[in-house]
């Protein structure tokens, strides 16, 4: 088996080759064939969908996006939430009423993004699929790195549905004769070498062993069950953790520091396909049960139902399930019944990495520390930006995204600058995240801090309010009495501190949750400002407060919550905001250019 580093070198090389295939088809028709028939993107609710639509747009237009292929936005139904699974089957009637029967004769990427990354705010206002990520000229989003990613499939591929989310980066290599191919009928699942503690937050494969070797680059074969973010012991008990080279079952623990070091792993999932048979089944399934009142999983509960070792028994347990409702026992069980023979085919990428960039601390380990992507996706330190000769920048493992940096300004170590506007002397702490902000005035902001700027339109007016927290901080911790607030921490102090320091009183009114479940998403702490600049000061005074103990009142501000901000934003004027700085760029390269 290669070393470590001569894998990673294959995959950086196989990586640099799809994102110059794709690169060649930006801004042109594909031939048939080539590209995805339909690209779809879910979203949870129509303020989202309506900026994800715009982005599409203004993407179409700069050409970065290959033409010919369909783009849709396809909004989940009002009422409670339906997960990804869920939106899958939404997505299959939404293609049925646009297309009619034409739809079954499509190859279609299925990207979902529905979620409002209360783990990584910064993409709360514009989707995780509109992530900005450190390399590209101008910057590539994840949309594009994921096309990238998947260019090879679309020629390999019968008519059917690849399904994905809008967080992870699946990096791999192959032998130059070995293909990817999604021409089976039923599910085909993409399958991962991973650590076993992975395995725990992740959908792990048994394969079956009699048609499974563990060599080579890439190796079909068929799961015989399908176990949902199983514990350790599980994946021993079902024969899913295998040795490197071989698919024995082991029974002996051993030290799982680096996946790529240790002989023994366990198979993960990332993004799977299913044919246009099964895709049918399950639109019908759809229509029968009318209004789905419970959050369905799209890998959990469909692909737990397949393979011949599963089972029923999973449809009862509900451990990992955020909100159980009282219909889901149900909807689980008649899928299983529905797709119970249906078999799972697994290609086994052997050289492969799974990246998940869901959380603030994943976002900076992996942009900022994580040698190992930096070097397979060419990661950079200054991507698309400008940064003053005069500006006391950079440590090597800061990151600057589309953003412009003025003289004097310093960028602490392990930090993200996204789309903002950094200036002079700002100081800016280590491990910290700062999206679409206008830093005019001297300031030094601390490190592990989180910083990002909204534009919202309230009674036609448009104003800015910028939230900030630490990047520790747990936005989804929720508490159901308002005694209880005491126990959600703001930058490591308890949030009845801080609402003494500014001024903010506890009564019902401080959350702007319907519910009675409250926590620092729903929390009315943060100022409207009449402009950027100014709500990032208010902010900034705000946690200064907290960080010195010292009070800073909030009276006269109107205070949202950041549930309120995403309600209230205005994407035209945060796109319109980038795309000055981008402009700004743009001129500056080409008059360095034509100087040249």
């Known amino acids: 088996m290669p070393a470590a580093g001569e894998r990673s070198a294959a995959r950086r090389e196989a990586t640099a080759r799809r994102l110059a295939r794709f690169a060649a088809l930006r801004g042109r028709a594909a031939r048939p064939g080539e590209f995805w028939d339909v690209v779809a993107v879910t979203a949870a609710d129509a303020a989202q969908a309506l900026a994800y639509r715009q982005q599409l747009a203004e993407k179409l237009s700069r050409k970065e996006l290959p033409l010919g292929a369909r783009y849709h936005v396809f909004v989940d139904p009002p009422g409670p939430k339906i ?223 397949l393979g011949p070792g599963a089972t029923q028994d999973y449809t009862k347990n509900t451990s990992n399930v955020t909100k159980e409702e009282s219909q889901l026992v149900e909807v689980r069980q008649k899928l299983c019944s529905l797709l119970k023979g249906t078999t799972l085919n697994v290609i086994v990428l052997n050289n492969s990495k799974f990246y998940h960039i869901g959380t603030t601390q994943e976002y900076l380990f992996h942009f900022t520390s994580d040698s190992k992507l930096k070097f397979e996706l060419d990661l950079l330190s200054v991507a698309f930006s400008i940064i003053s000769d005069k500006a006391e920048t950079l440590d090597q493992s800061a990151s600057i995204i589309q953003s412009i940096l003025e003289p004097g300004c310093f960028i602490g170590p392990g930090s993200v600058i996204e789309y903002s506007r950094i200036g002079p002397e700002v100081s800016v702490g280590k491990n910290s995240i700062i999206s679409g902000s206008y830093i005019n005035s001297k300031v030094d902001i601390p490190s592990n801090c989180f910083l990002s700027s909204l534009s919202i339109k309230i009674h036609d007016q448009v104003k800015y309010v910028s939230m900030v927290f630490s990047v520790e901080d747990n936005l989804k911790k929720t508490v159901k009495l308002l005694s209880d607030i005491r126990s959600l921490q703001f930058f490591g102090v308890s949030l009845l501190e801080c609402l003494n320091l500014w001024g903010v009183k506890v009564s019902d009114q401080l959350f702007s949750s319907e519910n009675t479940c409250w926590g620092l998403w729903t929390a009315r702490i943060f100022p409207v400002c009449s402009t950027l600049s100014e709500s990032v000061r208010m902010s900034l005074k705000m946690l200064n407060s907290v960080q010195h103990m010292s009070p800073f009142k909030l009276n006269g501000f109107k205070l949202l919550s950041v549930e309120e901000m995403l309600t209230f934003k205005d994407v035209k004027d945060m796109l319109k905001f980038r795309k000055q700085i981008y402009d700004e760029i743009y001129l500056q390269r080409r008059k360095e250019k034509f100087d040249l």
Not at 158 to 180: A, F
Not at 250 to 277: A, K, N, P, W
Request: aromatic share 10%; proline share 4%.
């Open 83 to 305: 997960g990804n699974g869920g939106s899958t089957l939404h997505v299959l009637r939404c293609l049925e009423d646009l297309y009619g029967d034409k739809w079954t004769s499509f190859i279609v990427l299925l990207i979902h993004s529905g979620g409002y990354s209360q783990r990584l705010p910064n993409a709360s206002a514009l989707g995780k699929i509109f992530t900005a990520l450190p390399f590209g000229d101008p910057v590539y989003q994840m949309l594009e790195l994921k096309l990238a990613m998947y260019i090879d499939f679309p020629s390999h591929m019968k008519p059917g549905i690849l399904i994905t989310c809008s967080d992870d980066i699946e990096l791999y290599s192959t032998e130059v004769t070995e293909t990817v191919t999604f021409d089976k009928p039923g599910f085909t699942a993409l399958a991962h070498p991973s650590e076993l503690t992975v395995g725990t937050t992740h959908g792990v494969f048994v394969l079956d062993a009699s048609s499974f070797s563990g060599k080579g680059g890439l190796e079909y074969t068929s799961c015989h069950h399908f176990l949902h973010k199983p514990d350790i012991e599980t994946m021993r008990q079902r024969g899913a953790v295998c040795v490197r080279g071989s698919c024995s079952q082991l029974s002996s623990y051993g030290d799982h520091r680096d996946s790529e070091m240790v002989s023994e792993c366990v198979y993960t999932d990332s993004i799977f396909y299913m044919d246009h048979s099964i895709a049918k089944k399950l639109l019908i399934f759809y229509k029968q049960m009318g209004t789905l009142c419970c959050e369905i999983d799209a890998y959990g509960d469909f692909l737990q139902a």
